[in-house]
Structures are given as structure tokens and as C-alpha cells.
């Protein structure tokens, strides 16, 4: 159903409940507007997390509008959605706000429910960025092992720029672990990856970390 008939949809039920005398219309208005609602407030958070990442200004707005997302994909009953807005959630914390620790719990929650309906698409988000709380945290091993189940799902599930943005991070994990001929062949299979599908911004990112690793 398209946004239009989605509002349509609501003021049928309005009517129903205005006119007609129908107190279930209500309920079911609810549910209609909520469905338009989450997939809105998530959108429209992932943009202001777009531009953060581009011009490191702060909208707390951006929080706002996933832990909505994530109070509607709940009453709505759709796991995948609310896992989907619960990892935002931990990224605005871990991102934005450069605090793991509270992030952590939401990724949590968010790989356990997005598993729970097999969407490995936001477990592969969900299990990355645990990953990088246990890189902060030093937890190296731990964190490669997720970082690397990461770049797994997303392979099954052909997520191309994914996983090439997951070789980046194990690319930069081996350095840091003392690994520098590793990180180069992340790199190298990352940059395949990257060019196979026209993610050029991951391929910038490539060629960052080889500065990177080679200063």
C-alpha cells in the first residue's frame, strides 16, 4: 500500500468511527497511521545521521525520531522494524554521542530480535557495532569474531558495499593488532568488493586505511 492509501485508508476508518458508529475503527486507525509513522521517523533519522557523519553537527532530533520508530515497530508487533530502530539507537549513543557502553545494550536487543525473524541484514549491523564496543573496550578477540560474522552475513545475503565496509574494519582491527600483511589483504579484498559494486565512498574509505596502516 502507498503512502496516499495509507491515508486514505485512515480516513475510512475515521469515518467508520465518526459516522458509522464502529469504536474498532479506531484501533485499527491506529494501526494504520503507526505503519506510516515508524517507516518516516526512521527515514527520516537515517538522514540526520547521514549528515552528521558528513558535518559532525549533533541533532538530538535524530534520537528522537528512532526511539519513536522503535516505540511503533513495538506496538505494531514487526520484529524486524524494531530491530532495525534499536540499532540506530545504539549507533546514535556510540556514534554520535562516542559512548559504547550505552549503545550497547540496544545492539544487543537488536541482534537478538533481528535474529529471531532472520534478518541478517540488521544483524550484520547489529553484530559490527558490538564488535567495535569490544574493540573500545579491548576485547580484540571477541571483537574480531564479530566483526567477522558481520562481514559473513552480509556476504550471504549479497550486501556488496557492506561487506566491503566490513573488511575495512577488520583491515584497520589486524593493524592494530600487529597484523599489517592481514589488514593489507582486507584491504585488497575490500577494494575488489567496492569496485564490483560502485560503492566509491567505501572506496575512499579504503584508501584511508592504507594511510593509514602504512604510517
Not at 10 to 24: H, K, N, P, T
Not at 49 to 78: C, I, K, M, P, T
Not at 95 to 108: L, Q
Not at 169 to 174: D, F, I, K, M, P
Amino acid at each position: 500500500m502507498h503512502g496516499q492509501d495509507w491515508v486514505e485508508r485512515a480516513g475510512e476508518l475515521f469515518e467508520a468511527a465518526m459516522f458509522g458508529g464502529d469504536a474498532s475503527a479506531l484501533e485499527r486507525c491506529d494501526d494504520v497511521l503507526d505503519a506510516v509513522e515508524a517507516p518516516l521517523a526512521m527515514a527520516r533519522g537515517k538522514l540526520l545521521h547521514v549528515r552528521f557523519l558528513d558535518d559532525r553537527e549533533e541533532n538530538s532530533q535524530e534520537l528522537v525520531l528512532f526511539e519513536r520508530a522503535a516505540e511503533l515497530y513495538a506496538r505494531l508487533g514487526d520484529a524486524s522494524g524494531e530491530a532495525d530502530a534499536l540499532f540506530w539507537v545504539g549507533c546514535w549513543h556510540q556514534v554520535v554521542k562516542g559512548d559504547g557502553a550505552t549503545g550497547r545494550p540496544y545492539f544487543e536487543r537488536s541482534y537478538a530480535l533481528a535474529k529471531s525473524v532472520d534478518d541478517r541484514k540488521t544483524m550484520s549491523y547489529a553484530i559490527r557495532h558490538l564488535g567495535f564496543a569490544d574493540k573500545d573496550a579491548g576485547n580484540l578477540d571477541q571483537a574480531r569474531e564479530r566483526l567477522t560474522e558481520s562481514v559473513t552475513l552480509r556476504r550471504e545475503i549479497g550486501f556488496r558495499p557492506g561487506e566491503a565496509a566490513g573488511l575495512v574494519a577488520l583491515a584497520y582491527l589486524a593493524a592494530e593488532t600487529g597484523d599489517p600483511s592481514a589488514a593489507v589483504r582486507h584491504l585488497d579484498e575490500a577494494q575488489s568488493v567496492a569496485e564490483s559494486c560502485g560503492a566509491k565512498a567505501v572506496s575512499g574509505w579504503i584508501e584511508q586505511a592504507r594511510t593509514h596502516i602504512r604510517s
